[in-house]
Structure formats: structure tokens, C-alpha cells
Nanobody, 123 residues
Framework: QVQLVESGGGLVQPGGSLRLSCAASGSIFSINAMGWYRQAPGKERELVAIIIRDDSTDYADSVKGRFTISRDNARNTAYLWMSSLKPEDTAVYYC?????????????????WGKGTQVTVSS
């Protein structure tokens, strides 16, 4: 059983910073990619940032230069460092990972999602 657990959300003033963490646990063979998505009220879920095994990254245009994604492979953990936060960054942030497990000697890859953490940017 694989789980993703996010932490680090909260209320922050415009211009402030937050760090989100996403820890993967369970019978993990390897993690190919980890990413952060967000969903604001009344809007579709959107990709915020992604990091793959070779540490290459990609970001939504709206967060480039303000957010940084990183990962600690030894801890199966991804981070999202958010700075210069704006009210429009307010959303539930979800962690996503493509994880390889081995069941009965057979490798199996699946997308996993965390339950989300609320980020509210308001004065």
C-alpha cells in the first residue's frame, strides 16, 4: 500500500512564503516523477510543478521564478518552496507521484495522489 501525505499548508499574507512537503510511504520500488497540482474553488486542477528522476523540473508559467520544487530521494519526499505568494495562489495543493511497486515479482507503475493541503494567501 502506497500513501502520499502532504504537509505545510496554511494561511499566509501576500508576499509571504510557505514550504509544502509530500512524503511517500509503503512498498515503493522507485519513484519516477513527483509533482504538485492545485485546485482553486470553481476551477479545474492544474499542474504547478513537476520533478523527474534526473531532477529536471517544469513549472506553470504563473509560478515560474516564485516556486521551486525539489526532492529527497532517500526520504521519498518532494518539497514545494513558495515565495512572493499572491491571493491567486490560494488553492488546495495536491501531491502526485508516479510510483513503481513490485507485486509477486512483477513491476507495476501507478499514479498516486495525496489528500491535499490548503494554502490561503490573504491579508
Amino acid at each position: 500500500q502506497v500513501q502520499l501525505v502532504e504537509s505545510g499548508g496554511g494561511l499566509v499574507q501576500p508576499g509571504g512564503s510557505l514550504r509544502l512537503s509530500c512524503a511517500a510511504s509503503g512498498s515503493i520500488f522507485s519513484i519516477n516523477a513527483m509533482g504538485w497540482y492545485r485546485q482553486a474553488p470553481g476551477k479545474e486542477r492544474e499542474l504547478v510543478a513537476i520533478i523527474i528522476r534526473d531532477d529536471s523540473t517544469d513549472y506553470a508559467d504563473s509560478v515560474k521564478g516564485r516556486f521551486t520544487i525539489s526532492r529527497d530521494n532517500a526520504r521519498n519526499t518532494a518539497y514545494l518552496w513558495m515565495s512572493s505568494l499572491k491571493p491567486e495562489d490560494t488553492a488546495v495543493y495536491y501531491c502526485n507521484a508516479y510510483i513503481m511497486t513490485v507485486v509477486g515479482g512483477v513491476p507495476n507503475g501507478m499514479d498516486y495522489w495525496g489528500k491535499g493541503t490548503q494554502v490561503t494567501v490573504s491579508s
